[in-house]
């Protein structure tokens, strides 16, 4: 996720999109950059670090006056955060500028056909090969009206992915192009004046009528012509109108309340995002960073998953699956423990630490601990070039983007998808599996947006139960199987929320204690199993069901479609879409999310900053 600005008009294009990238920082803050058309050329600057110190970097060497500029803030996936990897990207002629959120999945072989034609890149980024194809292809482009805009249609229908794309050139300084699939882009018109935004946040102090672009369009913004947009075909098409009703803070978040619904609401795009690009096409996964050979990867015989938190949650996940499908024996640890109790490790060990911010004091030392002890280690991490990923011997990035909120939630989702393809890529690479059975597991993931996009469809009733639920006292999670840990995700949510004693419990564990806990009234929350999966426990869960209800337990379940068995012991059904059972943490952790969050903010509570919690704990 990155924040994208673009202007064209009457007013200092410098300042406008300035503006914008403040109120779109949260989007991307480790670099900033901005280009203005002026003078016949292009002049750019760009700083690595919070806009803040781009900021500095005007300042001390203004750039000229222009009405027509772009801007972007970053959140890294391709090259770490430095000053040469921040946006825009140049053409080598210095005349194309390229902003871009998103991933170009095709960008190494794109890359490879530039570089053999003379090219030599300046960055790390997939987007430095946008720049070079557009100023080969804008070369190769009649001149006339449109030519930016059809050398962009060209390169776009090369391009494999997710992107949204904002390009400039010196020869035509009135104009911008941009170029839209599966990542956002919004354009606002204003008297005169033309505005492109990742969301509407960018532009909502100059103008609220906003246009909104289809999957695999191009827009041209011109001070002359006006706007178009046209599909990558070149076919003209009428863009959706509509008029934007939030003040400008809201529209930072999206128009929610919290940034945490905004959040949760984004999480198919993290879940996708975080998928893209992992299946080549030899049909082998692959990780973004690999400092080990297949032979090191086959040699593991044990794997301790390492985190803590809600990323310890997520590795309690990673435990089923990895064991599932590798037949190597997993252990769960939280990293504040881990090198304590001194855990056996060798050169056989893999260390999986999982970190949002790459920078989780506990877990880091977990980490050279293991390092110490001459284990292997995989990081999964949020943040390109954190500490944790730097010190690790391979690395798989989520894609969430950056969350404000401090409760994690996104990230929670997209850090399981990565354990997943994690224990895949073990078991390719042991030939535990085959590449067209991994083929149809990730075909299984890719459906997972969807259905989380579904589930958000449903959650005005989770959100009327929030409200009814927000005086009580101690609220009760109950999973088996992957959905113990959902259990336990659901627990933690409630307590760091709504200051609200919660549990989660193992189900079969019910009548060794928790049992006694239930009174009359008291809620309980439990994550029902597929009655469809080999070996189920559906059965026993929906007994403990009848156990708590018996006592007088208010019984709140979540179930899958078309699973009737739980209606009589249910006095509220939660229904999320059928998914494989290992997958299904993916879908059932949502409703418990939303759930939380309305609580909380019926008892009055700041959702986004909690008391006492800070968003990446940096110390021991």
């Not at 934007?244 to 929610?256: I, L, M, T, Y």
């Not at 030899?282 to 593991?300: A, M, T």
Request: charged share 25%; aromatic share 6%.
């Amino acid at each position: 996720m990155c924040g994208i600005v673009g202007y064209v008009g009457p007013q200092s294009a410098l300042d406008v999109v300035l503006e914008g990238l403040r109120r779109l920082e949260y989007r991307g803050y480790d670099s900033a950059g901005v280009a203005v058309l002026a003078d016949g050329g292009t002049a750019t600057a760009k700083k690595a670090g919070k806009l803040a110190n781009l900021e500095k970097v005007l300042a001390d060497s203004p750039l000229p006056e222009s009405t027509t500029g772009i801007g972007h803030t970053r959140w890294a996936t391709h090259g770490g955060p430095t000053d040469r990897n921040a946006h825009p990207h140049l053409s080598v002629d210095g005349k194309v500028a390229v902003i871009h959120n998103g991933i170009i999945e095709n960008f190494a072989a794109l890359r490879a056909e530039c570089e053999a034609t003379g090219v030599e890149f300046a960055s790390e980024t997939d987007t430095e090969v946008a720049a070079h194809l557009l100023a080969k292809q804008y070369a190769e482009t009649p001149q006339g009206p449109g030519r930016l805009a059809e050398a962009m249609r060209a390169v776009s229908r090369r391009l494999e992915g997710a992107f949204t794309l904002v390009a400039s050139h010196a020869d035509e300084p009135d104009t911008l192009v941009a170029s839209r699939r599966n990542s956002p882009l919004v354009v606002g018109v204003g008297d005169g004046e033309y505005f492109l935004g990742s969301d509407v946040a960018a532009f909502i102090a100059h103008t609220r009528e906003a246009r909104e672009l289809g999957q695999d369009q191009v827009v041209e913004i011109d001070r002359r012509r006006g706007l178009t947009v046209t599909d990558f075909g070149g076919t003209v098409v009428e863009p959706t109108a509509y008029t934007v009703d939030w003040d400008a803070e809201a529209a930072e978040k999206g128009g929610h309340d919290w940034f945490m619904l905004k959040e949760i609401a984004e999480q198919p795009q993290a879940v996708a995002d975080t998928l893209l690009g992992r299946l080549g096409d030899d049909g082998q996964l692959v990780l973004d960073e690999v400092r080990l050979s297949d032979q090191e990867l086959r040699d593991i015989d044990k794997v301790f998953v390492v985190s803590c938190g809600t990323s310890y949650h997520a590795g309690l996940i990673a435990k089923y699956a990895i064991e599932h499908w590798t037949r190597i024996p997993v252990e769960v640890e939280v990293a504040s423990e881990f090198r304590y109790r001194d855990p056996v490790l060798d050169r056989s060990t893999l260390v999986v630490v999982i970190s949002q911010s790459g920078e989780t004091m506990d877990t880091l030392m977990a980490l050279r601990h293991a390092k110490d002890q001459k284990a292997r280690v995989l990081a999964i991490c949020n943040v390109n070039g954190s500490t944790i990923p730097r010190e690790s011997d391979a690395v798989l990035y989520t894609h969430a983007g950056p969350e404000v909120a401090v409760a994690s939630t996104k990230s929670f989702l997209a850090q399981i998808v990565a354990c997943y393809l994690v224990g895949l890529v073990l078991a390719q690479v042991r030939g535990m599996k085959y590449a067209d059975e991994v083929a149809a597991i990730v075909e299984d993931l890719r459906r997972l947006p969807d259905a989380v996009s579904q589930v958000l469809t449903r959650m005005e009733p989770v959100r009327e139960l929030g409200r009814s639920l927000a005086d009580a006292d101690t609220i009760l999670f109950l999973g088996r199987h992957v959905g113990f840990p959902v259990a336990l995700e659901g627990a933690l949510k409630l307590k760091e929320l709504a200051y609200i004693h919660a549990e989660g419990f193992a189900a079969g564990e019910l009548k060794h204690g928790p049992i006694a806990l239930i009174d009359r009234g008291t809620p309980v929350v439990v994550i029902v199993p597929s009655p469809r999966s080999r070996g189920s426990v559906h059965g026993k869960v929906v007994s403990n069901i009848q156990e708590v209800r018996a006592r007088g337990a208010r019984t709140i379940v979540i179930a899958e479609e078309g699973d009737d068995d739980v209606l009589p012991y249910a006095d509220h059904v939660i229904r999320v879409p059928r998914t494989p059972t290992l997958l299904a943490p993916i879908v059932t952790t949502v409703p418990l999310q939303v759930l939380a969050c309305e609580i909380a903010d019926t008892r009055g509570y700041d959702v986004d900053q909690p008391r006492n919690l800070a968003k990446s704990v940096t110390v021991e």
